[in-house]
């Protein structure tokens, strides 16, 4: 059973950061592209950032390339989005999710975990 869990989310000032975890079990981690997703209120979901299986191609959406940034760790199988400069339209729920290949678009994601609030006040 594959198990995405995000965590690392709450409130915080704009212009602070905040760094979301997002553990995966139960699936070949070092073969899924893993992927960032966000949801406002009264939104669609939207892309935030992909990090490739290797770890050697990333993509980001334009609204938080520079302030954004993911990483792996394929031992701990769990992949960060450390978030920096955050506006307060950067408030979200932050999804993670998996897809077996290069992908940045949501529907080819098979797996997605819970999501996790982030808040920013002006």
């Known amino acids: 059973q594959v198990q995405l869990v995000e965590s690392g989310g709450g409130l915080v000032q704009a212009g602070g950061s905040l760094r979301l975890s997002c553990a995966a079990s139960?699936?070949?981690?070092?073969?899924?592209?893993m992927g960032w997703f966000r949801q406002a209120p009264g939104k669609e979901r939207e892309f935030v950032g992909a990090?490739?299986?290797?770890?050697?191609?990333?993509n980001y959406a334009d609204s938080v390339k520079g302030r954004f940034t993911i990483s792996e760790d394929n031992a701990k199988k769990t992949v960060y989005l450390q978030m920096n400069s955050l506006k307060p339209e950067d408030t979200a729920i932050y999804y993670c999710?998996?897809?077996?290949?290069?992908?940045?678009?949501?529907?080819?994601?098979?797996?997605w975990g819970q999501g996790t609030q982030v808040t920013v006040s002006s």
């Open positions: 999710a998996a897809a077996d290949g290069w992908t940045i678009l949501s529907r080819e994601y098979k797996y």
């Open positions: 139960g699936l070949t981690f070092s073969t899924y592209t």
């Open positions: 990090i490739s299986w290797s770890g050697r191609i990333t």
